[in-house]
Structures are given as structure tokens and as C-alpha cells.
């Protein structure tokens, strides 16, 4: 059975710093490109950053640029989503997919995921 899990949300300051985490259990996520999307309150899920496996190239929306990082680390089959610079307008829950065919961008935007995890909650509040 494919599971995606995300770990590594929690409550931070305006300004604060989070790292979030994607592993997976009966999928080698080594093999597939990797996004994280975000759904704040009482919004769509939208897409935050996405990351190939092929040559490691990223996406990111704008919102995000210069203060989220995604990285790869094939050793541990790990995706993560450093999270600098924290706003209020972050908070939400993230959720880690993996996709198979699409380009980084495509998966962003069309929220492309063939699996998705059930999400992890961040908060970011004075």
C-alpha cells in the first residue's frame, strides 16, 4: 500500500522558520517529480514548489520565491520544503504529492499528483 507522509509543521512567529518533510512507505519517491501544495483556510489547494527527479529542476510560485527552498535527498527517498521568512498568509495545510509525467511547472499549476499525503498544518501567528 502507497503511503505519503509529511511531518515537520507547526506553529511559528511571523518571520519564523519551518522545515517540512515527504517520505513515502511502498513508493520510491526517488523516481517521481515532487510538488508541495498549500490549502489555507477556506481556499483551493494551490501549488507552493515542485521539484524533478530527473535533473532536479524547480518551480516555484511567486508568493514563495526567495524564502521557500525545495530540496531532494535520494539517500533517504526525502523531499523537503524549507520555509523561511514565514507570513501570516502561509498558514494552512501542506500537502506533499507525487507525480509522474508532468513538467515541474505543469504539476504546480494543475496541482498534477498521482499521490498525495494527508497534509501537515502550519501556522504562523504573532
Known sequence: QVQ?????GG???P????????GASGLNLNLYDIGWFH??????????????????STYYTDSVKG?????RDNAKSTVY??????????TGVYYCAA????????M??????????QGTQVTVSA
Open 39 to 56: 490549502q489555507a483556510p477556506g481556499k483551493g489547494r494551490e501549488g507552493v514548489s515542485c521539484v524533478s527527479h530527473k535533473d532536479g
Open 81 to 90: 520544503l524549507q520555509m523561511n521568512g514565514l507570513k501570516p498568509e502561509d
Open 99 to 106: 507525480s509522474w509525467g508532468a513538467t515541474v511547472q505543469a
Open 108 to 117: 504546480c499549476i494543475m496541482k498534477a499528483g498521482d499521490y498525495w499525503g
Open 15 to 22: 518571520g519564523g522558520s519551518l522545515r517540512l518533510s515527504c
Open 4 to 8: 505519503v507522509v509529511e511531518s515537520g
Open 11 to 13: 506553529s511559528v512567529q
Open 67 to 71: 524564502r521557500f527552498t525545495i530540496s
